[in-house]
Nanobody
Framework: VQIVESGGGLVRPGGSLSLSCLGS????????WAWYRQTPGQQREEVAL???????DYADAVKGRFIASRDDTRSMANLQMNDLKPEDTGVYYC???????????WGQGTQVTVSS
């Protein structure tokens, strides 16, 4: 089982980026997809979640700016990040999890830097 992230990079404040997670090796349709952000010296914090029935949840800091979605036909999930702010800078990790099955898989992380 593997989760591969893509996207990220350097963007100016107010810009947009899109992160993608591609799962392989099993069916992820019953898994929730979540994105976590980690900054130096801090624990990973969950910023967005999309459930198997496409319900979404967001951290207050990103509500109205980030949009999580999923495509189960491709075992993919996407995080569209708009109106980015310097405080959005960090390493973003994708997580696919099913708490009932007790399974959780992580992507490798991708750097997002918001700077002028």
């Amino acid at each position: 089982v593997q989760i591969v992230e893509s996207g990220g990079g350097l963007v100016r404040p107010g810009g947009s980026l899109s992160l993608s997670c591609l799962g392989s090796g099993r069916d992820f349709s019953l898994f929730s997809w979540a994105w976590y952000r980690q900054t130096p010296g801090q624990q990973r914090e969950e910023v967005a979640l999309v459930t198997p029935n496409t319900n979404t949840d967001y951290a207050d800091a990103v509500k109205g700016r980030f949009i999580a979605s999923r495509d189960d036909t491709r075992s993919m999930a996407n995080l569209q990040m708009n109106d980015l702010k310097p405080e959005d800078t960090g390493v973003y990790y994708c997580n696919a999890r099913n708490n009932v099955l007790g399974r959780s898989f992580w992507g490798q992380g991708t750097q997002v830097t918001v700077s002028s």
